[in-house]
């Protein structure tokens, strides 16, 4: 079993939708919870992190964490064009030296 | 310059060539990190460096070999490369890999590496 599930999509939604991006994972030694956003020909940059369960916002974005399913999410409202590329999720535990990567979803917002 | 920079963009190899990536950060971290991307797959950690000195390595096959000079600086020694080690090389740098130094969960990734083996 991966230690972290993504879906890998391909994710296509039209302007203004509510999109959803989801990841499983096993241990539950995991504590901190991040999501990268990577742009085409570029690198991941960090785009939100929480730290145990609960939901924290950012302008169109909330991140989600069920600790007791192992299960977040990222949500992301209204969604524009410019919000298209691959999310990836991350996790850690608190005394690990590196994070665990999901395999990423490819998301394209259509205008 | 700004950020994390990584030279070459694009490498192009032999599998009995010699070649280095390069990686430069300006941000002041202590923490460095070689990641290996390919389609589809989540990214690899193969090398972390804190302060200059090793503290992870993942396994990584020894034709890749890091180098480290100084907390700014990171280096790929790449020699007779095999086709399946062509992926994007990501470079990423962090205040600290423990918590006490900050967190390292904040990453800054540079552009990457796309290496072609031929």
């Known amino acids: 079993q991966k230690e972290v599930e993504q879906d890998p999509g391909p994710l296509s939604v039209p302007e203004g939708a509510i999109v959803s991006l989801n990841c499983t994972y096993s241990n539950s030694a995991f504590q901190y919870f991040m999501w990268y956003r990577q742009y085409s020909r570029k690198g991941p940059e960090l785009l939100m992190y929480t730290y145990s369960s609960g939901n924290k916002e950012d302008g169109r974005f909330t991140a989600q964490v069920d600790k007791s399913s192992k299960y977040i999410s990222l949500f992301i409202r209204d969604s524009q064009p410019s919000d298209s590329a691959t999310y990836l999720c991350a996790i850690t535990s608190g005394s690990a030296r590196q994070l665990t990567f999901g395999s990423g979803t490819q998301l394209t917002v259509l205008p | 310059e700004t950020g994390v920079t990584q030279t070459p963009r694009h490498l192009v190899m032999g599998m009995t060539n010699k070649k280095s990536l390069k990686c430069e950060q300006h941000l002041g971290h202590n923490a460095m990190y070689w990641y290996k991307q390919s389609a589809k797959k989540p990214l690899e950690l193969m090398f972390v460096?804190?302060?200059?000195?090793?503290?992870e390595n993942n396994s990584v096959p020894s034709r890749f070999s890091p180098e480290c000079p100084n907390s700014s600086h990171l280096f790929l020694h790449l020699h007779t490369l095999q086709p399946e080690d062509s992926a994007l090389y990501l470079c990423?740098?962090?205040?600290?890999?423990?918590?006490?130094?900050?967190?390292?969960?904040?990453?800054?990734f540079g552009p990457g590496t796309r290496l072609t083996v031929t």
């Open positions: 990423a740098s962090s205040q600290g890999v423990k918590w006490r130094q900050g967190p390292s969960y904040e990453q800054y």
């Open positions: 460096y804190s302060l200059e000195e090793r503290v």
